[in-house]
């Protein structure tokens, strides 16, 4: 059946789809969790909100320290990935065991207070952001209970997309939930709402091509010979 109807497809909707490749169903890569904790217990967590493993090749963390405008310093994501629905977890190498524990990762990078701005970058793009890059907040960011100085921050729930203004006003009350000092018990299970059932590849580019054909035949109106429709 697959065969007959790629056969059927138009050569451009095929190619779009072809084009297009796992990247039409790539969701968002976006910080899920970060740790702000005692000593050097810090730690990012990178969620893959899509169906499709990720290249982090091109993805970058950027830490900037007391308001500055320039990062201090900046971790580089290539040469790991992220499978669908998964999560990368980052943390200081002086971490504390048990948080070392979820480790997969660990740079020194991560030496981030409460008033320190972090942007994930995408090919030199921003794709998310904890904190406001240019400003200094003094200790941290904080919204009634939240705050990014000694807590445990966790995205909510079906959110399936990182924040994109790095320098635009950053309230930590919207989109995460705080947790205690040292909070670590999450790492790695990241709860996000994932799309639905992922189909596999070749299905989802059957889909995106059926979907480009009926577009094009609705743009280009009905065949000559079509007969004509009944009121």
Not at 24 to 29: F, I, L
Not at 142 to 170: M, Y
Request: charged share 15%; no cysteine.
């Amino acid at each position: 059946m697959h065969t007959r109807l790629v056969h059927r497809l138009g050569g451009a909707a095929l190619a779009a789809a072809l084009a297009a490749g796992p990247s039409a169903a790539t969701g968002a890569v976006f910080f899920s969790e970060y740790v702000e904790g005692s000593g050097s217990n810090k730690a990012l967590e990178v969620f893959n909100a899509g169906a499709f493993p990720v290249d982090l090749t091109g993805f970058e963390v950027k830490v900037f320290t007391n308001g500055s405008a320039t990062p201090s310093g900046t971790l580089s994501l290539a040469g790991h990935s992220v499978e669908g629905s998964s999560t990368l977890v980052i943390t200081h190498p002086s971490a504390a065991p048990t948080l070392l524990a979820y480790a997969q990762m660990t740079s020194g990078v991560l030496n981030f207070n409460g008033d320190d701005a972090i942007v994930l970058w995408q090919d030199g793009v921003a794709v998310d952001r904890i904190g406001q890059v240019g400003v200094d907040p003094g200790d941290a960011w904080v919204s009634g209970t939240a705050s990014t100085k000694d807590q445990t921050l966790r995205r909510l729930a079906g959110i399936l997309t990182g924040d994109r203004f790095p320098t635009e006003t950053f309230d930590v009350g919207l989109g995460w939930i705080s947790y205690a000092v040292d909070t670590f018990s999450d790492l790695g299970r990241h709860s996000g709402t994932p799309p639905s059932v992922p189909l596999p590849q070749s299905m989802a580019l059957l889909a995106f091509a059926l979907g480009s054909l009926g577009l094009l035949r609705r743009r280009q109106g009905p065949r000559p010979d079509a007969p004509p429709s009944v009121p």
